[in-house]
């Protein structure tokens, strides 16, 4: 049924750091890594060392310069995977029934063995979180690593998503958005997490925390100025300093 | 977004198939035209053709065509759904009119409300059809009333073209027919323009929203590398980059194909021209206007940019 639930028991999503964030795709390997042999296996690659080498995909990251208006800029790392929308028109738009958000969680998934391949699914995404399987013929998106963290078979401390569990930096965290007392929820407030184009009016449930302002000393206009190595320097060193820049 | 071959097949072949659905029950029921059994067969054999070939053709570009019919099952909320099941049930009333028209040669009395109900079910279908584009935030150039009022008029229009080419070719041309033609191209021209001046709008409030599509309201956001080196799912789909190079010229093309040609052959021309001649410009004529409704159905879809571009840094 394509009808979006009234109300999930729980809000299962990501929020994730951009501050913390250093793009070094380790989230998206292993996504791929675990996904590819998991609930929606396998991520087909196209040509993959080939020209036009093409594939599924279920998290992506970008890289942007952000310019602000003061002339500084600085560096953003953006990943970009299904934030498991509270009004998900991914499964509104499914003539089929194949997607569907979970009651239980809020998770967005898709039933490959009802899935047609209209594609519709995928244009009524703005955050472009689905990719078609053509060797398949059926749309796949990111599950939430479901098949992880429900599992049994896993110790207790590998129940999170295979792009959380992996991360180097500790910029990803996996818990109940639904909950106000959670870790997650909390960090969101603390950090003013944000939706992705609320514009469009999808409630995601996954939070992207903003990049923290830079430190005084590094901001303003232009390149930074070039360390000076003697500057600040005080007592003996400070005279040897005055000392030897006079006999110099 | 990319023009698909099958999907622009789909919905010209469809809309001018439910044009002939819609208008030929209202020009019969005013006796506009004649309820002649040769005329009803040239005219619903082509309409239910063009709307089968539709049907047929919008299953090819499905992943999987052999579980088509599990898209009729999610009307309550998929406009896609709904499209399907208004495009199967307007095959029942138009049977029967069908039946009263060919094999009966009747259009009155309780007969009529087939060809009430055909007209209606068929302005349904162009409707949800309609619906499938005009409900999809993502892509805001489709996301208006404009693209529900283009769909029917051109429905109507490349119909009405239809049935002017048989029927004039069955010796039959009424004036009205002039008169309804000059009036669905006013109102074709009127519904385009209004849609292509909305578009460069929206390209505008898209590229407002690149902050907010990764959450940083710190400033201009530039894309200086991409998650991988070569086109993806998403930029194949929904990355479609070379209709809004040449859109005016292509614009022009469409205008004059769509609006222009069908002035000239089936406003002015039947005035000018003595019957036989007429339907032989008419058959050219039309094919002008369908040359052009398949060209303003490309560019529905290429000059379309989907918000996901936003992450690649398109403009």
Redesign the interface.
């Known amino acids: 049924?394509?009808?979006?639930p009234q109300k999930t028991d729980r809000k299962l999503g990501l929020v994730i750091d951009?501050d913390t964030c250093v793009?070094c795709?380790a989230c998206?390997t292993n996504c791929k890594e675990w996904n590819t042999g998991g609930h929606m296996a396998p991520l087909t690659d196209v040509q993959p060392f080939g020209?036009?080498?093409?594939?599924?995909?279920f998290n992506?990251?970008?890289?942007?310069?952000?310019?602000?208006?003061d002339g500084d800029?600085?560096?953003?790392h953006?990943p970009?995977s299904c934030l498991h929308c509270e009004d998900a028109?991914c499964?509104?738009?499914?003539?089929?029934?194949?997607s569907y958000k979970r009651a239980a969680d809020g998770i967005v998934l898709v039933n490959e063995d009802?899935?047609?391949?209209?594609?519709?699914c995928?244009?009524?995404?703005?955050?472009?979180a689905r990719?078609?399987?053509?060797t398949?013929?059926?749309?796949k998106k990111c599950t939430l690593c479901v098949d992880r963290i429900y599992n049994e078979n896993l110790d207790e401390e590998d129940r999170v998503p295979a792009c959380v569990l992996t991360c180097p930096t500790g910029a990803r965290h996996f818990g109940d958005l639904g909950d106000p007392d959670s870790a997650v929820s909390q960090l969101a407030v603390q950090r003013g997490g944000?939706?992705?184009?609320?514009?469009?009016?999808y409630r995601p449930t996954n939070k992207?925390l903003?990049?923290r302002a830079k430190a005084d000393h590094q901001t303003g206009a232009g390149p930074l100025a070039p360390l000076d190595e003697t500057a600040g320097a005080t007592g003996v060193l400070a005279w040897v300093d005055r000392m030897l820049t006079r006999a110099g | 977004?990319h023009p698909a071959a099958s999907v622009i097949l789909f919905t010209t072949a469809s809309g001018a198939g439910y044009g002939v659905l819609v208008l030929s029950p209202i020009l019969l029921a005013f006796g506009i035209l004649p309820a002649d059994r040769w005329l009803g067969v040239a005219l619903l054999a082509p309409a239910l053709c063009l709307v089968t070939a539709g049907l047929l053709a919008s299953t090819f570009?499905?992943?999987?065509?052999e579980?088509?019919w599990?898209?009729?099952?999610?009307w309550?909320?998929?406009?896609?759904?709904r499209e399907?099941i208004m495009a199967i049930v307007t095959y029942g009333p138009a049977a029967a009119f069908g039946y009263a028209w060919i094999g009966l040669e009747t259009a009155s009395g309780g007969w009529a409300w087939t060809g009430i109900a055909t007209a209606t079910a068929a302005a349904a279908t162009l409707f949800t059809t309609a619906m499938?584009y005009r409900?999809?935030?993502?892509?805001p150039a489709w996301a208006t009333d404009w693209t529900i009022a283009g769909y029917l008029i051109l429905g109507l229009l490349t119909g009405l073209i239809v049935i002017t080419t048989v029927s004039s070719s069955f010796g039959f041309h009424p004036v009205r027919f002039q008169w309804l033609a000059l009036a669905l191209v006013v109102c074709a021209a009127i519904v385009k323009n209004a849609y292509w001046s909305r578009l460069a709008g929206t390209c505008r409030e898209t590229e407002a929203?690149s902050g907010?599509?990764?959450?940083?309201?710190?400033?201009?956001?530039?894309?200086?590398?991409?998650?991988?080196?070569?086109?993806?799912?998403?930029l194949k789909?929904?990355g479609f980059r070379v209709a809004r190079k040449h859109a005016d010229r292509l614009r022009r093309a469409t205008r004059n194909l769509l609006f222009v040609a069908p002035a000239i052959v089936f406003v002015v021309m039947p005035s000018l021209l003595p019957m036989p001649y007429l339907a032989w410009i008419a058959w050219p004529g039309a094919a002008l206007v369908l040359v052009g409704v398949v060209l303003e159905r490309w560019l529905f879809f290429a000059e379309a940019r989907?918000?996901?571009t936003l992450?690649?840094?398109a403009s």
Request: hydrophobic share 35%; with cysteine; charged share 20%.
């Open positions: 049924m394509t009808c979006l951009l793009g795709q998206v020209p036009g080498a093409d594939g599924v995909w992506r990251v970008h890289t942007y310069e952000v310019a602000t208006p800029s600085r560096t953003l953006f970009r028109a499964v509104t738009v499914c003539p089929t029934g194949a009802k899935c047609i391949g209209c594609k519709l995928s244009w009524a995404c703005p955050y472009g990719e078609y399987d053509a398949e013929g059926v749309m944000k939706d992705l184009l609320p514009e469009m009016g992207y903003p990049q | 977004m570009h499905l992943g999987h065509p579980r088509a599990r898209a009729l099952s999610q309550r909320s998929s406009w896609l759904s399907g499938i409900s999809l935030k993502p892509i929203m907010a599509a990764v959450g940083s309201d710190d400033g201009a956001i530039t894309s200086i590398e991409w998650p991988h080196t070569e086109e993806n799912y998403v789909e929904m989907h918000v996901v992450y690649y840094g």
